[in-house]
């Protein structure tokens, strides 16, 4: 059977980004530049490249930024133009290409990602939808794991969410799933999920990673989700629900990912993607062997 594309991806951008103060005190760390472009746009271009075409921020205190992203930059452009820069005024207009719309829902206090993701229900409605979280940046070429998802949901109507292999010592820090059989294969049927398990409790070390597609049902359940110790409604708890109900699968993506909620992982990626930049690359990769050569 063949299903529609998921026309909707959320991006939930309303968390306090704590690791990151005071660079995240006016302006979300979604906002955060790899180089040259905010941690958003990667994941908005992984979005569109996977088809969707309704683009919905679940936005907190600093939302101005990113909506100024996204919008017209009328003063901007009137200046490019008129200093004939073409090129910068192609780049700037080319952050939303034609086409894709852009809604913004606030979520109020932040209350954690699965009340962030419950925020986007009515500018979602009864469809199945993606959701990206932009800190969880992955470099995966011509076939974003958006994609990837897309695709498999497509073949099954199930939802589906990406994993990855850590170091089992480390499983304290992500959602971890029990899955099925091994099968050899990098889908799997998930069996269950829990929230930051101590290494000897959890099931496996597949972690899941910031990008999930998930049917209109995970709305009502996160209605129903208890909030943690913490007082946050944390989507693994709502997950937990929806594989009992109507099953979940996982997918171990290739690709490089890199943890831009954290500072170290911030930092990896920037240095492989200058070092990965069509301008920047080999003068950026002199400047570090020369670094290398002195230290
Ligand atoms: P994190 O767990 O990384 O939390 O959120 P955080 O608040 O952003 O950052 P730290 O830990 O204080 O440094 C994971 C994702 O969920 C979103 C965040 O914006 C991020 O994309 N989120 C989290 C919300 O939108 N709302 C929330 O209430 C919590």
Do not use: W
């Not at 075409?53 to 133009?81: I, N, P, S």
């Not at 949901?153 to 969410?161: D, E, K, Q």
């Not at 099925?180 to 972690?207: M, Q, T, Y």
């Not at 995970?218 to 409604?233: K, M, N, S, V, Y």
Request: contains cysteine; glycine residues 8%; negative net charge.
């Amino acid at each position: 059977m063949t299903r529609s594309a998921i026309e909707t991806v959320v991006f939930p951008v309303a968390g306090l980004g704590t690791r990151f103060l005071p660079a995240t005190k006016a302006s979300p760390k979604e906002m955060l530049p790899i180089v040259d472009k905010p941690l958003i746009q990667y994941a908005v271009e992984e979005a569109i490249a996977a088809g969707a075409r309704t683009l919905v921020f679940v936005t907190g205190r600093t939302k101005r930024a990113l909506e100024d992203h996204f919008d017209m930059a009328y003063e901007l452009e009137t200046e490019l133009a008129q200093r004939g820069k073409q090129d910068l005024l192609d780049t700037v207009r080319g952050v939303l290409p034609e086409g894709i719309h852009c809604v913004y829902v606030r979520q109020r206090e932040a209350l954690g990602l699965g009340h962030a993701v419950l925020c986007a229900r009515p500018l979602v409605g009864d469809k199945p939808f993606g959701v990206i979280l932009a800190d969880d940046l992955i470099e995966a070429g011509d076939r974003p794991v958006m994609m990837q998802l897309a695709e498999r949901y497509a073949a099954t109507g199930r939802s589906v969410i990406s994993v990855e292999a850590v170091e089992p010592s480390r499983t304290q820090h992500y959602g971890v799933v029990d899955i099925e059989a091994e099968s050899g294969e990098r889908f799997h049927s998930v069996r269950g999920i829990v929230e930051k398990p101590a290494p000897e409790d959890a099931p496996s070390n597949l972690a899941v990673v910031g990008r999930y597609i998930l049917t209109p049902r995970i709305f009502q359940l996160l209605e129903t989700t208890a909030p943690d110790h913490r007082g946050e409604i944390q989507l693994t708890d709502a997950i937990a629900s929806l594989i009992d109900e109507q099953g979940v699968d996982c997918l171990e993506f290739e690709g490089t990912h890199y943890d831009c909620g954290s500072k170290l992982g911030y930092l990896r990626a920037t240095v492989d993607y200058a070092l990965n930049h069509p301008e920047l690359g080999a003068d950026f990769a002199a400047f570090l062997r020369d670094r290398e050569v002195s230290a």
